[in-house]
C-alpha cells in the first residue's frame, strides 16, 4: 500500500534516483495541473496541462489515408474513383416512378417504394381473390372457416356461462361470505378444522361449566311441555269429581257438570225416539225428492263449494308435499343430502354419538370438588359417586379416608386428592394423593428466611445490598501487589493504586481526533506525554486508519504542531 504525503518533499537540490511514475493503463481520475503518469497500455508518457492530458512523444505520427473500394462481385457499386484527397462516388437514380430517391436532412439517402404506382394485378402469385375480398375475410368476426368447439378441442364443453377462475377462494377463513366465491378444499378444511379446534377449546376450557350443566335437574335448557310430548295440555286447574253428571235428563243444565257414559246415552236415547218421530214424517218428502238427492249425493265435484278453511286446512298451502321417500332413517345421515330428512331416531342417534365423542374428548379434565376432610371417610363427607378428573383440597389432616400420598400414610392439610376413575362405589384406592410437604422448603417472596445448600443463576436474579463486609475474611484485597489469586477481590482503592504505580512507570499515549481540518496544535497539558514525544497522523476510512506525513514540529514546551496541504479527517497519536 502507498503512503500519503499530504505536504510537499522538498528534497534540497539532491537527485531522486531510480525513480518510476505512476503506471496506469488510463488516465487518472481529478488530474492537477503539472500531474504526470505512464500509460501502460500505448507506453507514453502524459503530463496535465490544466485542461487535458498531453502525450509526449519522439516525433509526431503521420496520419494514414484510407482507401475506399466497392466490394463484392454483383450489384452495382457507388464508388467512383480518388482524386488527390478527393473521394468520388457515383449518385443514386431512381430508374422509373415507382421508386423515389431523396437525399434527408441527416444526410441519409432515402429509397422508397411508391405504394400507389404497385398494380396488385401485376403482382406474381396474386391469387384469385380481390383485395376487397380479403378485406372482407380479415375483418370477419363471425367465424368464416365456420371453425367448430370440437376443431378447438373443446367438443365437450357446453355453451353455458362457465364459473370463472376469479370465484375460486382460498381464504382459510371464508371472510368474504359470498354467493359469488366457492372455497377451495384446502380453504374448506381449513375453516371446519379451525371451527373444531376453536369448539374444542372452548369444550376444554369449560369443562367445568359443562359437567356442573349435565348434573343440573332445575330444567337448565328451559325444556317446554311442547318439547316433551304435551303441547296440548293447559297449564290450568284439573276437573275434579264433583263435577260428574249421572242424570239421564241432564236435568241440571250447568258448566259446572259434565255427564257421565249413561247419562249421555239416555238423554241421546230420548231424543233420537223424538227425532224418529220427525224422520218417519219426512220420509215421504225424501222418497218424493230421491232422485235430486240421489244425484247430489253422488257429485264429487264438491257441490257445496266447501274450502280449506271450512276442514281444518286453511294454513295448508296448495304445493307439492314431500314424499315419504324423503325420510332418511340413518344414524349416521352419511346420505348428507338435501333430498332427505332425517327420522327423529335418526336425528337422536346422530347427536348422540357426536354427544358421546365429545364428552370422550373432555373426559377426566380436572374439575374441583370442594375440600376433604381427612380423619373422615369418604361416606361421611358425602361422597358416594366419583368421576375420573374430580379433585378436592384437603382442608383437615387425618388418615380415616384411606387415602395416602407418596411420602405419607395419611393426608396433610393442602394436599391434593385426585379421582382416577369412575365409580358409583368409590374406595380409597380409586384416588391419587399429591403432598404438600415441600412447601416449607419454598423461597418465599417476603419471608425471613436461612437459605442451605441453594445456587442462585446471577444471570437471572439481582442480588441487593451486597456490601464488602458480607465477604468471607481473606476475599477481599487491600492490596493486591501481594496475595493476589483466582479466589480473591481486590477493592476498588487497591485497584487504583495498583494502576497508578504501574503507570508512573510506563510511557504514555495520546490520541486526538481530526475532523477536517488542514492544521492543529496539541499543547503538552493536553496530550500529557512531556517534551520528547513522537507523533504521527492518520486518516480513517470506513474503520480503517492510514498513516500519511504532513510537516510535525514540536517546541522546547513539548507543544506539537501539524500542517497539511488539504483537509484531512482521522487522528494524531503522540506517544512519550
Known amino acids: 500500500m502507498s503512503k500519503k504525503f499530504l505536504t510537499p518533499i522538498d528534497l534540497n537540490k539532491n537527485e531522486l534516483q531510480y525513480a518510476v511514475i505512476q503506471n496506469l493503463a488510463s488516465a487518472p481520475g481529478s488530474p492537477v495541473s503539472g500531474q504526470k503518469y505512464f500509460n501502460t497500455t500505448d507506453h507514453c508518457e502524459y503530463y ?15 496520419p494514414t489515408i484510407p482507401t475506399v473500394v466497392n466490394i463484392g462481385t454483383a450489384g452495382v457499386g457507388i464508388f467512383k474513383e480518388t482524386v488527390s484527397n478527393e473521394t468520388r462516388l457515383k449518385k443514386v437514380k431512381a430508374g422509373s416512378s415507382k421508386i423515389t430517391v431523396t437525399a434527408s436532412a441527416s444526410d441519409e439517402v432515402e429509397i422508397d417504394v411508391v405504394p400507389a404506382q404497385i398494380s396488385h394485378t401485376g403482382l406474381a402469385d396474386k391469387g384469385t381473390n380481390t383485395h376487397a375480398n380479403i378485406d372482407t375475410h380479415i375483418a370477419s368476426s363471425s367465424n368464416p372457416h365456420s371453425v367448430t368447439k370440437a376443431q378447438v378441442g373443446l367438443g365437450n364443453v357446453d355453451n353455458i356461462q362457465q ?3 376469479s370465484y375460486l377462494d382460498i381464504d382459510g377463513g371464508l371472510v368474504a361470505n359470498s354467493d359469488v366465491k366457492v372455497a377451495s378444499q384446502k380453504a374448506v378444511k381449513t375453516y371446519v378444522d379451525g371451527q ?4 374444542s377449546g372452548t369444550i376444554s376450557g369449560n369443562a367445568t361449566t359443562m359437567n ?12 317446554t311441555k311442547a318439547q ?19 242424570s239421564g235428563t241432564l236435568a241440571a243444565n250447568s258448566d259446572t257438570k259434565v255427564p257421565s257414559q249413561k247419562a249421555v246415552k239416555t238423554y241421546v236415547d230420548g231424543q233420537i225416539t223424538t227425532v224418529n218421530g220427525t224422520i218417519s214424517t219426512l220420509s215421504g218428502t225424501v222418497s ?7 244425484a247430489h249425493i253422488s257429485n264429487t265435484s264438491n257441490p257445496h263449494t266447501v274450502t280449506k278453511t271450512q276442514v281444518g286446512l286453511g294454513n295448508v298451502d296448495n304445493i307439492q308435499q314431500m314424499p315419504l321417500s324423503y325420510l332418511d332413517t340413518s344414524g349416521t345421515l352419511a346420505a348428507n343430502s338435501d333430498t332427505k330428512v332425517a327420522s327423529q331416531k335418526a336425528t337422536k342417534t346422530y347427536v348422540d354419538n357426536a354427544v358421546s365423542t365429545i364428552n370422550s374428548t373432555i373426559a377426566g379434565g380436572l374439575v374441583y370438588k370442594g375440600s376433604l376432610v381427612g380423619n373422615q371417610t369418604l361416606a361421611a363427607q358425602g361422597i358416594t359417586t366419583i368421576t375420573k378428573g374430580w379433585f378436592w383440597k384437603v382442608s383437615v389432616a387425618g388418615s380415616t379416608t384411606g387415602i395416602t400420598t407418596p411420602s405419607s400414610s395419611s393426608l396433610s392439610i393442602g394436599d391434593m386428592v385426585i379421582a ?25 417472596l417476603d419471608a425471613t428466611q436461612t437459605l442451605t445448600n441453594k445456587t442462585i443463576n446471577a444471570d437471572n436474579n439481582t442480588i441487593s445490598n451486597l456490601e464488602t463486609d458480607n465477604f468471607k475474611s481473606g476475599v477481599l484485597l487491600t492490596n493486591i501487589a501481594s496475595g493476589a489469586s483466582n479466589t480473591t477481590i481486590g477493592s476498588a482503592l487497591a ?29 503538552v497539558a493536553t496530550h500529557g506525554c512531556g517534551t520528547s514525544s513522537i507523533a504521527r497522523v492518520y486518516t480513517t476510512s470506513a474503520g480503517t486508519r492510514t498513516e500519511v506525513e504532513v510537516d510535525i514540529t514540536i517546541n522546547a514546551s513539548g507543544d506539537v504542531a501539524w500542517t497539511s496541504a488539504s483537509t484531512i479527517t482521522g487522528e494524531i497519536v503522540i506517544v512519550g
Open 48 to 62: 496535465y496541462n490544466g485542461t487535458v492530458w498531453v502525450k509526449q512523444e519522439a516525433a509526431p505520427s503521420v
Open 163 to 165: 364459473m370463472p377462475l
Open 196 to 199: 373444531i379446534t376453536t369448539i
Open 212 to 223: 356442573n350443566h349435565i348434573a343440573n335437574t332445575s330444567n337448565p335448557h328451559s325444556v
Open 228 to 246: 316433551v310430548g304435551l303441547g296440548s295440555v293447559d297449564n290450568v286447574q284439573q276437573m275434579p269429581l264433583a263435577y260428574l253428571d249421572i
Open 288 to 294: 218424493t225428492n230421491a232422485g235430486t238427492m240421489n
Open 420 to 444: 382416577n376413575q369412575d365409580s358409583g362405589t368409590p374406595t380409597a384406592g380409586m384416588f391419587d394423593g399429591v403432598d404438600n410437604s415441600e412447601s416449607a422448603d419454598l423461597v418465599k
Open 495 to 523: 485497584c487504583k493504586t495498583y494502576t497508578d504505580n504501574q503507570v508512573a512507570t510506563k510511557g504514555k499515549k495520546y490520541v486526538g481526533t481530526i475532523t477536517a481540518a488542514a492544521s492543529g496544535t496539541i499543547v
